[in-house]
């Protein structure tokens, strides 16, 4: 698995678990979902995320571009 798709299922996860907290925890979780969100628009900008960094340290993984030129 490479990191993009690792950092595709995190944040549908992520999503789907803030979702789940403002239905019933708190309303005031969409403000999580809303940060995911702006989190999601401001990478497909500048390509910085820092969840894909945590990913490929933890994790181990490696991104598209170096799976392709194996």
């Known amino acids: ?22 239905q019933w925890v708190h309303p005031n979780f969409i403000w999580f979902t809303a940060f995911i969100g702006a989190n999601l628009f401001q990478q497909s900008f500048t390509g910085f995320c820092p969840a894909s960094i945590i990913l490929k340290r933890l994790f181990k993984l490696k991104t598209e571009r170096e799976l392709a030129s194996r």
């Open 1 to 22: 698995m490479s990191v993009e798709r690792a950092l595709t299922a995190f944040a549908g996860l992520m999503i789907l678990i803030s979702l789940a907290l403002t």
